[in-house]
């Protein structure tokens, strides 16, 4: 079961935090979902089979704090669940003014709306562009239902409002006013009016501050040269200084710039990363509406791409930590597996990770790497089995953990080599030969192709010998590095292919060969095998007459296109060495120059194994 896309940030206010789950391996079941709000409440989840087999997860924040959601499948909690999402609001639509709660003057005794602590309304008066909090204290009254609708006293005409748990036992009531005048707020508690509801407030015009917006028309925020620009409505605040500063996400403060247009100011901040930047702007000194204005930064081929935040979500704890799909891994004993575990947004806390052989009960040790908040961990199994990785975060399994991977003996063909040293390579009569064994992984298929210097394939004699010992076997036709892949039971053996470079061929019919093994197995230290140091030069022979030696230059460009560093060797009367250092398997190109032109049947690719 893997999580295959997390929720995006930021939200607008009122979408839905919306996450995709990967169901395709986790056999018969149901994907379920709870979430729990700030107060403990039940938040609604839902869930969308899409048409790819996935699911969709959704659910509306109920307000800033805290969310847990829980994920099951078959009735059972996912990898990384319960998961904490934190809902943030980043920008407050308003300046808000928050009354304070009059003197505890009601009955403990009193339960339902006589025991509800509130405010004094007396002489209240809100600016048009604030807010009006209420808080009420419940401690009293006993459980219930707080329900609240205001309107205007003359129009009838009704305002928002908005009941916010903040805590066990007390609730606050939040009213943005939309007209100037008098106001009345009506409160009940389980459907009995509070003393002395409704409540009457005034709205007045704003002053100061209060009377300084920042403009929603389009074109009002928009990407200036090196920057955002916001405008700032100042025509009616009256005398009065704008001031801005940015912090950016790195808590380093970001350059701003104000400048008087007319009736309003603009205030252009330059972002120099990407990431959340926090924009205050102040009136003498005081915070305006709507500031600190939050954004997300991006950057696209230099350009700024912004977007401002109305809800901020923050991930926390192991539902954030990220690692590669861990679902479809299969080792051999003598492997090992590397896995990048990013954990920068987690937070604070501590990864543990373990390593089970299920099959033998065998612990495997884990080796940890960490560089600021990104780990790398390594694992060396020891013996065949199913294996279980459990990846936590403070004691909580991440998406995909506990992952399952098996552990299977080594392939025969790993218990076969290609034997190096003296002893094992010889030439006769125009022919080389060099040895293998197959002792440890017994009889079986064994092949030999070979490749010479101009790409041409050639079998291989194969001679058994005793102890399972045998010759391979192949005559050249040409000078130059040759390429012979051995295999057994269709899987190329240890140290396979073998790279020989034949330095030069007998005169006629008898004489030697000159030859260097230039890659292969070393198995003298010991029974399982070692690499032995790879000689990276490499020599092929070309059929050029000693005639057209003089004034020859020549070029080597590798697998990727990079030049590669060669130059002429050794030349005879029937051809000459090019030497090349290969760096990596795969087809390299020599060109060969003579007085500027391509000389006739070059360039040339040789493919390079076993680098």
């Not at 109920?62 to 959601?69: A, C, F, P, R, V």
């Not at 005034?202 to 920057?227: C, F, H, L, M």
């Amino acid at each position: 079961m893997v999580i295959k896309r997390g929720p995006k940030s930021p939200l607008k206010e009122g979408e839905p935090i919306d996450l995709v789950v990967d169901v395709s391996k986790a056999g018969d079941g149901q994907l379920t979902g709870t979430c729990k709000g700030p107060n403990s409440s039940n938040v609604p989840v839902n869930t969308k089979v899409l048409d790819n087999g996935d699911v969709e997860v959704s659910f509306v924040p109920k307000g800033d704090g805290d969310h847990t959601l829980n994920l099951l499948f078959a009735n059972k909690a996912i990898p990384g669940c319960p998961a904490i999402i934190n809902v943030t609001h980043a920008t407050p639509d308003t300046m808000g003014i928050l009354l304070e709660l009059a003197p505890q003057d009601v009955d403990c005794g009193n339960k339902g709306a006589k025991g509800v602590r509130h405010p004094e309304f007396a002489d209240i008066n809100v600016q048009l562009n604030q807010t009006l909090r209420i808080p009420l204290d419940l401690t009293a009254s006993g459980p219930g239902n707080v329900e609240v609708s205001c309107m205007h006293e003359k129009s009838k005409q009704p305002c928002p409002v908005q009941v916010i748990p903040t805590k066990q036992g007390a609730v606050e009531i939040s009213v943005k006013p939309l007209e100037l005048g008098p106001h009345l707020l009506h409160v009940t508690f389980n459907g009995v009016d509070l003393p002395k509801s409704p409540f009457r407030f005034t709205v007045e015009r704003p002053s100061g501050a209060n009377a300084v917006t920042v403009k929603q028309k389009p074109g009002s925020v928009k990407v200036v040269k090196d920057g955002v620009q916001f405008t700032i409505d100042t025509s009616k605040a009256g005398a009065g200084v704008l001031t801005a500063a940015c912090t950016g996400p790195d808590g380093s403060l970001v350059p701003v710039e104000c400048k008087k247009s007319g009736g309003d100011q603009l205030v252009t901040i330059k972002p120099k990363h990407a990431g959340i930047h926090v924009l205050e702007v102040m009136w003498d000194g005081q915070q305006i509406p709507g500031s600190p204005i939050e954004l997300m930064i991006n950057f696209n081929d230099g350009r700024i791409i912004y977007e401002l935040c109305d809800i901020l979500l923050l991930l926390m704890g192991a539902f954030t930590v990220r690692t590669p799909d861990l679902s479809n891994i299969q080792l051999e004993t003598n492997q090992f597996i590397r896995i990048p575990i990013d954990c920068r947004l987690a937070g604070p806390g501590k990864l543990q990770v373990t390593c089970k052989n299920e099959d033998t009960g065998t612990t495997i040790d884990c080796e940890m790497k960490k560089n600021e908040d990104m780990y790398e961990i390594t694992i060396r199994p020891t013996d065949p089995g199913r294996h279980a990785l459990n990846i936590m975060w403070d004691g909580k399994h991440i998406p995909g953990s506990p992952a399952f991977f098996t552990v299977k003996g080594p392939a025969p063909a790993r218990l076969c080599y290609i034997l190096s040293g003296a002893d094992h390579i010889k030439c006769s009569k125009g022919s080389i030969s060099f040895r293998c064994t197959t002792k440890e992984a017994g009889k079986g298929d064994l092949t030999a192709v070979g490749v010479d210097p101009f790409g041409k394939q050639f079998l291989c004699e194969i001679v058994e010998e005793a102890d399972l010992q045998y010759a391979i076997a192949f005559k050249p036709e040409v000078p130059g590095v040759h390429n012979v892949d051995v295999k057994f039971n269709g899987l190329s053996i240890n140290g396979s292919p073998a790279l020989i470079d034949i330095k030069s061929l007998p005169q006629g019919d008898e004489g030697g060969i000159s030859l260097e093994l230039i890659s292969c197995r070393d198995t003298t230290a010991s029974g399982a095998g070692t690499d032995t140091q790879i000689q990276q030069k490499a020599t092929i022979t070309l059929p050029i007459p000693k005639k057209d030696h003089a004034g020859l230059a020549v070029s080597c460009k590798g697998p990727d296109g990079s030049v590669v560093k060669c130059e002429l060797g050794d030349g005879s009367d029937t051809g000459i060495n090019i030497l090349f250092e290969p760096s990596t398997g795969g087809k390299y190109t020599l060109t060969v120059m003579s007085n500027g032109n391509n000389y006739p049947g070059t360039p040339v690719d040789v493919e390079v194994q076993g680098l």
